[in-house]
């Protein structure tokens, strides 16, 4: 299966200040986020926590409104894309972001990156527009100057060229793991993080530091899964990771930004 062509075009996200609906205290215009969540579970909570922390509000009132609905019983991405299962994800994601329309959602916000290869179906399917995270994750390497990024994502999300496809169009060049490497990094997300055990960090050093040396300015932490392992563990200086552009973007397109966030990468010495 081949992803959706993805090119460096304008952003599907409202400008900052052009939202419909106001915080009456503040003037502060805001959009209603939708959350099509459960992929995996903890990685949602961990998104809802970015937001709001990411978020520049003083009062409850002044954080955004969000509509969430996790399903872990949506089919696995990965395994649908790589033709390991006949089960597509795709109708149960449309289903759940139609109901976040129906109740009054106004931007898709999923975290999960290898449900981005089905991005613009959901769009249609959903009648909303949805936070490209790919595309975003390109204008934040772009934005830093970054012009080489190395990728840890899942076999999914490597296979199908989702993010490969984004950070060229944006001139930037990537590296992938060898395949002994690739195997640790769905070890990591599969057996350690899904499966709710430790992180076994050394799998993520491994890897990273293959990428670091194959030339990399900084290493895209392209599962959500892996989003939690540097929540967890000081991981050093010269990573991105994904879900923290998603977060990003969302509160942009729907509150205030808090500007320590306005940079997400350390870059290395």
């Known amino acids: 299966m081949a992803p959706e062509d993805i090119r460096p075009k304008e952003s599907l996200l409202p400008e900052a200040g052009r939202n419909v609906r106001q915080d009456g205290?503040?003037?502060?215009?805001?959009?209603?986020?939708?959350?099509i969540g459960g992929l995996g579970p903890m990685?949602?909570?961990?998104?809802?926590?970015?937001?709001?922390?990411m978020s520049l509000a003083d009062t409850d009132q002044e954080?955004?409104?969000?509509?969430?609905?996790?399903?872990?019983?949506?089919?696995?991405?990965?395994?649908f894309i790589l033709g390991q299962s006949q089960e597509n994800p795709l109708p149960m994601m449309i289903e759940a972001g139609r109901g976040l329309a129906r109740w009054g959602a106004e931007l898709i916000a999923v975290p999960c990156v290898t449900a981005h290869y089905f991005h613009g179906k959901l769009e249609e399917g959903i009648g909303l527009p949805m936070i490209n995270t790919p595309i975003e994750t390109a204008k934040c390497l772009k934005e830093e100057g970054i012009s080489r990024a190395?990728?840890?994502?899942?076999?999914?999300?490597?296979a199908s060229g989702l993010l490969q496809k984004a950070l060229e169009a944006w001139g930037i060049q990537c590296v992938l793991p060898d395949r002994e490497g690739q195997k640790k990094v769905m070890s990591l997300i599969y057996e350690d993080v899904k499966a709710g055990r430790p992180a076994d960090l050394g799998k993520l050093q491994e890897v990273s530091g293959q990428l670091f040396g194959a030339g990399a300015e900084a290493v895209l932490l392209a599962c959500t899964e892996l989003s939690l392992v540097k929540r967890d563990f000081p991981l050093g200086p010269g990573f991105l990771d994904v879900?923290?552009?998603l977060a990003r973007s969302a509160v942009v397109s729907?509150?205030?930004?808090?500007?320590?966030?306005k940079s997400l990468i350390t870059r290395q010495q």
């Open 43 to 53: 990685a949602t909570v961990y998104f809802l926590q970015l937001v709001t922390q």
């Open 25 to 35: 205290q503040k003037g502060i215009d805001m959009k209603r986020l939708g959350v």
């Open 243 to 245: 879900l923290e552009v």
């Open 254 to 261: 729907c509150g205030r930004l808090k500007g320590e966030y």
């Open 150 to 158: 190395g990728i840890m994502a899942t076999d999914g999300t490597v």
């Open 63 to 79: 954080h955004m409104e969000i509509f969430l609905h996790s399903n872990p019983q949506i089919p696995d991405r990965t395994r």
